[in-house]
């Protein structure tokens, strides 16, 4: 929800969009300036549903129901995938730009270990 909220008030790029663009904000037109603006808002309204999302499959992992370890990680993939393929390829294309591909890779491994450990004490409980 954190990278959301940045994405929802941001009022420039990021530094590694500066980077890609070869551009200072303040040299990129008022014009393309609101449609990357739009671009990054609407992306910071899809960080902030995926983490409600998370949030409220808390409540299912809680109860141990099965159906909340299916929906977490297509809920997470649907999100974090495209934008670790996005970081990856943006790096690819520009190596000295800083894309985060290292925080998306963690955050992906910590969600990931996460509900292997709701996984592995569901089926503890299912044993007892």
Do not use: C
């Amino acid at each position: 929800m954190l990278v959301g909220f940045f994405g929802l008030t941001s009022t420039k790029f990021t530094p590694y969009h500066e980077v890609v663009v070869g551009k200072d904000w303040t040299m990129i037109e008022p014009s393309i300036q609101s449609i990357l603006l739009a671009m990054q808002k609407i992306e910071g309204g899809g960080f902030m549903a995926t983490g409600l999302a998370i949030l409220f499959l808390l409540i299912p992992l809680r109860q141990r129901k099965t159906w909340g370890l299916i929906a977490l990680p297509i809920i997470v993939a649907a999100n974090w995938l495209p934008t670790l393929y996005s970081a990856m390829w943006l790096k690819s294309l520009f190596p000295s730009a800083p894309t985060p591909v290292a925080p998306t890779i963690i955050f992906i491994s910590v969600v990931a270990f996460g509900l292997g450990l709701f996984f592995l004490e569901h089926r503890k409980a299912g044993n007892q």
